[in-house]
């Protein structure tokens, strides 16, 4: 049986009228007084649609529901849909795996790198004299300790293992290193940023760095309470989360640094340090400090933007760390200490007389386009048409790594700490003295009259009340 539907004729009221899209110009003003009038002209007034008319169109259905080849067909659909719901389950757990394991893919090296482990890093300058002193050089802890200016003892329960004061001229130390460096690096041409602590686990990803590893290096917050956010362990990660998804504006800049943009960013970095086996005490590997880190976007028009930038960053590197005083040597870094971003990276060791051996105190990296690829970062060239830049970062001050080569190359016979030139305006003094006596006495908790149970430490009113 054939399937009718008449449409029924136009409202009475409305004469026959043509639809606005043959009126180019005049459009609805040319078909009806108003939009009303015009709609009433297509819409078949509900007078018309009689109940035969419905009955008429779906009496075949009902016979036509019982035909075997619909009803298998039926089935056949229902099953069709049951398996594309677990292939759509299978789908987005291949997915996950997929982007895991495309996660962990490394940036190619430059040809020059040494291949191999940390072994395999070859020195490629050594500059300065270590320091020679005529007694037995104390480590920066009992240097800090016997100075008041660290404090790291009796912290477990105030804020836990591989934490730290800073007092008096200590934290002098640390504000005079920051200025010292910002003042060096803006006048070059970085532009000063601050960026946030807490950053989305896509952007450490974008960077390069691995946030399912276990134990994991990065502090996460509760995802009960926060979805998706952790604390950056550097201020590249939050820089290059401010480019994330931008087009970057290069042609202003000086001509030194042409076709680039640089940021410097003072920032509170946090890292989990998961192998808490090594320099357990210290300020060498801690879970919060304070550094300043150099970023550079760059084009990528032949791959030698990026490259020089990296020269440029070791240079600036080189030149505060001599203005410093400090005695300290530059090491081309073999591929496995590369990290997954890294193209190339040079690392400079100060040389440290309390531990007897250089110790880490900056890096500085190449990372080509590995990160702006996957955070999208791109920059226009003459004819507008977009590219990925490069990007390249290096740490300009560490301020703990920086303070332990401080205190232990500068100090004196008495146990007083010589201040570097360069920080003695931001310092205030030129010598680090031994006070006259501690501004802390330790009691013990859970002393009479000092609180409730658990409380450890009480409001000191002045030095006076600690003798």
Same mark, same amino acid.
């Given at each position: ?22 009126? %180019?110009?005049?459009?609805?003003? &040319? ?7 015009? &709609?009433?002209?297509?819409? %078949? %007034? ?26 298998? =067909? ?12 677990? +292939?759509?389950?299978?789908? &987005? ?47 920066? =802890?009992? =240097?800090?300790?016997?100075?008041? @200016? ?88 939050? @820089? ?63 791959? &030698? ?18 203005? +410093? ?35 880490? @105190? ?44 401080? +205190? ?12 570097? %030139? ?46």
């Amino acid at each position: 049986m054939a399937l009718h539907y008449s449409v029924p004729p136009p409202h009475p009221s409305i004469s026959p009228i043509l639809p606005p899209t043959d009126h %180019p110009r005049q459009g609805h003003a &040319a078909c009806g007084e108003t939009p009303g009038n015009v &709609a009433l002209g297509w819409i %078949p %007034p509900a007078p018309y649609c009689w109940g035969g008319d419905v009955a008429t169109t779906w009496s075949p259905w009902p016979p036509f529901l019982q035909v075997p080849e619909y009803t298998a =067909l039926r089935e056949r659909g229902r099953a069709v849909r049951l398996q594309l719901r677990e +292939l759509l389950v299978e789908e &987005a757990a291949l997915d996950e795996r997929f982007y895991l394991h495309a996660l962990q893919l490394p940036n190619s090296t430059h040809p020059a790198a040494p291949v191999g482990d940390e072994s395999q890093a070859r020195v490629l300058e050594v500059v300065g004299e270590k320091p020679a002193f005529d007694f037995q050089p104390k480590g920066h =802890l009992e =240097l800090g300790e016997e100075l008041d @200016i660290i404090r790291q003892r009796r912290l477990s329960h105030i804020s836990g293992h591989r934490s730290y004061y800073l007092c008096g001229a200590g934290a002098l130390l640390q504000h005079a290193l920051v200025h010292f460096v910002l003042a060096k690096l803006v006048p070059k041409g970085f532009l000063p940023l601050t960026v946030p602590d807490l950053l989305r686990g896509a952007v450490f990803e974008g960077c390069g760095m691995q946030l399912n590893t276990t134990p994991s290096p990065v502090y996460c917050i509760d995802p009960a309470r926060f979805e998706d956010l952790c604390l950056a362990g550097t201020s590249e990660v939050g @820089i290059a989360g401010y480019f994330m998804d931008h087009a970057v504006r290069l042609q202003d800049m000086p001509i030194r640094y042409s076709n680039s943009r640089l940021i410097v960013c003072s920032s509170t970095c946090y890292r989990a340090e998961t192998d808490t086996g090594r320099e357990p005490w210290g300020l060498y590997r801690v879970h919060q400090f304070t550094k300043v880190e150099m970023f550079g976007v760059t084009a990528a028009e032949s791959g &030698a933007e990026s490259e020089m930038m990296l020269d440029e960053f070791l240079m600036l590197q080189k030149e505060i760390f001599s203005e +410093l005083g400090l005695h300290y040597r530059v090491l081309d870094m073999p591929t496995q200490e590369l990290g997954l971003p890294a193209y190339r990276k040079f690392d400079i060791e100060a040389w440290m007389p309390g531990r007897g051996k250089y110790g880490e @105190i900056s890096s500085t990296s190449n990372c080509t386009d590995y990160q702006s690829r996957r955070l999208n970062i791109m920059y226009s060239d003459g004819a507008g048409k977009l590219h990925h830049t490069h990007t390249v970062n290096g740490t300009a001050c560490a301020v703990p790594r920086l303070l332990i080569a401080l +205190l232990e190359c500068n100090q004196q016979a008495d146990g007083s700490v010589r201040v570097p %030139p360069a920080l003695q305006p931001f310092v205030g003094q030129d010598v680090i003295k031994r006070p006259p006596a501690p501004l802390l006495r330790y009691i013990g908790p859970n002393q009479p009259g000092g609180g409730p149970k658990g409380v450890t430490c009480s409001l000191l009113n002045s030095r006076e009340t600690l003798k």
